[in-house]
């Protein structure tokens, strides 16, 4: 079927997959696990060489399976769609022209109940109550929704920042306010504050233009330096109050860009550590400036060991000296190299900030930057720490795991409009990079980009995800425009592994266009995707040997009442059998306890769930006793305490 | 997508009376083929809402971008430190191809694509009207110096042109979001944008590794 010059080209592509972690160690590990063997990806990958097309492109799936492709209303057909918000059964899809309101109780026909054109780009959504807000950030986006755009400079018909509709009758989108900002609102993120319950915020992150004072009175696009009123680095805090949302206003401009003078590389590779600690053991001085390691050459360090030693009127230097330098080295190199002006000041702004409440902490994606942010006092949020990454080009979004221990951040290398993961791409540019948060630092510990190559022709960019309800793991899916939609595991945060995807081939073989995944998020049981060009498409998880059916099972009991990717909320799992197996699953994937034994639990489960009351209450009673009996033999103890946890619960659940 | 200047073709006024600011639209009737007409329609009339400035503004970035192809290609020939080296590809990497997207976005529009030929640190853009007297570019002696330089020089006069360079760049976005009619094209609005803010990023990290190189005598690790 495919000419020899296509079929060299897998090859290659192939080869440069097997070449690179992870793909290598997870093949190795998902082989040595017990169960089908099919837990490693198909080879050759099915999503190379798809066919190209708007409605009939051609399809890969792995461990996963479409429910609905929904194509766009014809009011919506060639504008762009953006991002997702959720609302009991509702999805709402953000587009250039506005907003699109489905119907997904039923996942495999989801019906448009409501188009509503209001254009702005790029009408990044989120909900919350009875509230919907939309933002808007380009010069053609009009107060009165219209669609004729805005031709002048100067206009006090343009609208950029953010929109509030009520949303009490969903049908009926009502347009009840607007708050007007400097530079319009690329994303914004929702904040509930667990002890305010009058009023919702609002973080407004802003990256295009600020616009002229003669349009919106007090903008000013010089540097802080020269006016301290700039609308550059600082974000906006909108404070929404739910009863008057048409007073929304912004309460606070928080400058969280300002003195970024922490070491900003995370940078080093184990490669370059075990190297320096090498160089350290031999009793080499080493500094590091930036990410890089320097090496200091005798020539430099022996005069300053000499004057050490001389203050301390020896003739030559001890060891004592060699030690008395490398504390004092830093501040001398710091000196030296604080000579240079530094030409720049770091960030102006967010691309976006994803905010977790429960642990008040937001992660923010602010171009050269990633940013662990207090968010406890939700007027006044503030940096707690900065890392850099020079494979980064720019700071997109982040996604915390459900304990708030790991975090990921993604790269939008090439802005969602370059094709940028073709085989030629390496695999740490325009990749997810993903942190250990410990005592508010992140530790870098791995990359993860979409496993497979794409065409020239695909706009390919690390983009939306969520995290899956997984309990006990770390499990996302994420977009990458038409990279298509990736689902992976990264429960170990140094060796993230693709567990399942979906991709289509190009909308047009010959040339780069906007389509694929913008966003894709699980919301209650399904994973819902914003085809850019093609609509809406619905899909759910399938059981393989990486993820059985008890865990998905066990995902789909977290039932939310709406969700925001930008505002995550903590997941809690009811207790129930499907959680309990799960977790005797992955007791036995990790050889946590022999297989008799696993084998013997499933059976007293099973006793326990065909009778009920009390009988039921005292079999999972009974249950948890052995378990907990047995931990303390197990080869892997906290495993087994967290299935006799979980029996236990759904003991104490059991009426 | 919306209409926003009088280039509308037939198919965008029928969109544009179709989507009334807040209408409930009809039921969606239509068959897949239907919508994907309608989409190749869209697609191709969009295309047509530009303007001069617009044009103006891909066809300067085009050779503006290329000298930075230039500048980055002799990082590995004259002993840039590795970090430099791979800024230096990856500016390579994303400004080829904003190049061949600049070049796709004229020639879809009817206009002169012009044709980038680079030998050596000459520079030549065949096929428009308009000059190389762009914002932040290099003048020959200052091309001359950077290709003279070698090893740690060559890291600090990279760093420092392509900052000059970036922010020239940057400027030229300005200019075009400054103009009294505002950009009109999404993919130009698009574009700019991105390289607005792809460029400040980079000029941030240049400036970072501009401070790590003082006038140590320092062997770099790697």
């Known amino acids: ?655 | 997508m919306r209409p926003r200047t009088r280039l509308a073709t037939g198919a965008l006024q029928a969109l544009a009376i179709a989507a009334c600011g807040g209408t409930t639209p009809p039921p969606n009737s239509s068959s897949t083929a239907e919508l994907e007409a309608i989409y190749w329609a869209r697609t191709d009339s969009t295309r047509m809402r530009f303007t001069e400035t617009d044009v103006q503004f891909v066809t300067g970035m085009i050779g503006h971008h290329a000298q930075a192809l230039v500048m980055g290609a002799l990082a590995p020939t004259h002993g840039a430190s590795s970090s430099v080296q791979i800024l230096a590809a990856r500016i390579i990497n994303s400004q080829q191809d904003e190049i061949n997207r600049m070049q796709q976005w004229l020639s879809e529009r009817g206009e002169p694509v012009p044709e980038v030929m680079i030998k050596g640190t000459e520079l030549m853009v065949h096929g428009t009207e308009y000059t190389l007297h762009m914002p932040g570019m290099l003048t020959p002696e200052q091309m001359r110096e950077l290709d003279e330089a070698q090893g740690k020089e060559f890291d600090n006069v990279f760093l420092r042109y392509m900052i000059q360079h970036h922010r020239g760049a940057v400027t030229m976005v300005e200019e075009l979001f400054g103009q009294e009619i505002a950009t009109q094209d999404e993919g130009v609005f698009k574009l700019a944008s991105y390289i607005q803010a792809d460029q400040l990023t980079e000029i941030v990290r240049m400036g970072r590794m501009l401070t790590a190189l003082s006038d140590l005598p320092l062997s770099g690790a790697r």
């Open chain 1, 1 to 655: 079927m495919r000419p020899p010059a296509t079929v060299l080209w897998i090859a290659t592509g192939l080869m440069v997959l097997s070449a690179c972690a992870p793909s290598a160690t997870t093949s190795e590990a998902a082989l040595s696990s017990p169960g089908p063997a099919l837990a490693a990806p198909p080879i050759p990958d099915p999503r190379i060489g798809l066919r190209a097309g708007l409605f009939d492109a051609g399809e890969a799936t792995w461990n996963l399976q479409v429910l609905s492709s929904t194509p766009p209303p014809s009011e919506f057909i060639g504008s762009i769609n953006t991002d997702l918000a959720f609302t009991g059964n509702y999805a709402i899809q953000g587009s250039f022209s506005g907003f699109q309101v489905w119907d997904i109780s039923d996942p495999s026909q989801p019906s448009l109940d409501r188009g509503f054109v209001c254009p702005a780009a790029q009408s990044d959504v989120s909900v919350y109550r009875h509230l919907l807000f939309v933002s808007g950030e380009d010069f053609g986006g009009r107060l009165d929704c219209g669609t004729q755009g805005v031709r002048e400079r100067i206009s006090p018909e343009r609208f950029r920042g953010i929109r509030i509709f009520d949303i009490s009758d969903i049908l009926n989108p009502k347009y009840v306010g607007n708050v007007q900002t400097c530079r319009g609102s690329h994303t914004h993120s929702v904040l509930v504050d667990p002890r305010d319950a009058d009023n919702v915020y609002v973080y407004v992150s802003g990256s295009a233009p600020v616009r002229p004072a003669e349009e919106l009175v007090g903008c000013s696009d010089r540097p802080p330096g020269e006016d301290a009123n700039s609308a550059l680095f600082r974000i906006e805090v909108i404070k929404v109050p739910l009863a008057r949302p048409e007073q929304a206003a912004i309460v606070n401009s928080p400058r969280i860009f300002g003195d970024l003078v922490a070491p900003p590389e995370h940078g080093m590779s184990p490669a370059d550590i075990s190297r320096i600690e090498r160089a350290r053991e031999e009793g080499i001085f080493v500094v590091e400036i930036g990410s890089d390691p320097y090496f200091l050459p005798p020539r430099f360090v022996d005069p300053l060991l000499d004057s050490i030693a001389q203050a301390s009127g020896r003739p030559a230097p001890t060891a004592a000296d060699s030690s008395a330098l490398r504390e004092t080295l830093p501040a001398i190199i710091a000196e030296i190299v604080g000579h240079y002006d530094t030409p720049t000041t770091g960030p102006t702004q967010c691309h976006d900030i994803t905010l977790y409440p429960a642990i008040g902490l937001g992660g923010g994606a602010c171009e050269g930057y990633g940013f662990l942010i207090d968010i406890r006092d939700p007027v006044n949020p503030k940096r707690l720490t900065a890392v850099a990454d020079s494979n980064f080009a720019y700071w997109h979004s982040a996604t915390f795991n459900n304990e708030g221990t790991t975090i990921l951040f993604s790269d939008e290398w090439g802005g969602g409009m370059g094709a940028k993961c073709r085989a030629s791409d390496p695999k740490e540019w325009g990749a997810d990079a993903i942190f250990t948060i410990d005592d508010r630092e992140m530790e870098f510990r791995s990359y993860y980009k979409l496993p497979a190559p794409q065409t020239p022709q695909e706009a390919c960019v690390a983009h939306n995800g969520s995290l899956i309800p997984i309990p006990g793991r770390d499990v996302m899916v994420q977009a990458w425009y038409q990279g298509g939609i990736s689902v992976l595991d990264f429960t170990d945060p140094a060796r993230p592994q693709e567990i399942a995807f979906f991709d289509r081939g190009p909308v047009d073989s010959t040339r780069v266009t906007m389509a694929g995944s913008w966003s894709a998020y699980w919301f209650n049981g399904v994973i819902v995707s914003s085809e850019i060009v093609r609509g809406l498409d619905i899909l759910e998880l399938l059981p393989s040997a990486l993820l059985s059916q008890n865990e998905i099972d066990a995902a789909r009991s977290v039932k939310l009442d709406y969700f925001n990717a930008q505002a995550q909320q903590r997941f809690i799992w009811p207790p129930s059998f499907a959680l309990a197996r799960a977790h005797v699953d992955q007791l036995e994937r990790a050889y946590g306890l022999d297989s008799d034994r696993i084998a013997s639990v499933r059976r007293d489960l099973a006793a326990a769930e065909s009778v009920s009351g009390a009988a039921r209450r005292e079999a999972l009673m009974e249950l948890t006793a052995r378990l907990e009996e047995e931990a303390a033999r197990a080869r892997n103890p906290t495993r087994v305490r967290v299935v006799a946890g979980t029996v236990r619960s759904l003991a104490n659940a059991t009426r």
